[in-house]
């Protein structure tokens, strides 16, 4: 009864401009939408970003694409994952290096961009506690914990947890 409510993929590039832009097509590539920017909170000059400057670009993808892209990312990591990669909530999330290992052709023009992936669990009645009329808290029957979330990983995906993070070198 576990299901993927919502996948959040993020490109945090560190700066505005071109490479934000060329950013913001590999995941309109991948997604299918157009994706939403966000600014940087404060000024940190050794980065050499302003405050409110754009940083970096996400979009949210739900039902079954949502699923499609978190196959193809899964399996870029031979889906293994650590077991820190899993929230309390019962949410889960990584990283990959290199966009072009989903199958997206590489361009020249635009690069190679890094990309992180955060998937939202939960199960039927979960919007009870985002509706907008009749709001109310979730029980901890209907929570979805970190121990659920990692056995459906192991079921659905046929994942592999490890307990030590990997390096690439």
Not at 76 to 96: A, M, P, T, Y
Not at 162 to 167: E, G, H, I, M, N
Request: hydrophobic share 35%; proline share 2%.
């Amino acid at each position: 009864d576990i299901s993927i409510k919502k996948l959040c993929l993020n490109i945090c590039v560190g700066e505005s401009g071109d490479r934000l832009t060329r950013a913001a097509k590999v995941l309109e590539q991948l997604s299918g939408q157009e994706p939403c920017f966000s600014k940087a909170r404060f000024t940190v000059r050794s980065f050499g970003i302003r405050r409110n400057e754009k940083i970096s670009c996400w979009c949210t993808v739900r039902g079954a694409k949502a699923e499609e892209i978190l196959e193809r990312g899964l399996k870029v990591k031979e889906f293994e994952l650590w077991k820190g990669c899993f929230s309390d909530e019962g949410n889960f999330g990584f990283g990959i290096d290199e966009h072009i290992d989903l199958g997206i052709k590489y361009d020249p023009n635009i690069g190679i961009y890094g990309m992180d992936f955060y998937v939202v669990l939960g199960r039927p009645g979960y919007r009870v506690r985002y509706r907008r009329a009749r709001k109310t808290r979730i029980g901890p029957k209907q929570k979805v914990t970190k121990e659920e979330a990692q056995k459906w990983f192991q079921t659905k995906w046929d994942g592999i947890l490890t307990s030590k993070k990997q390096r690439i070198r």
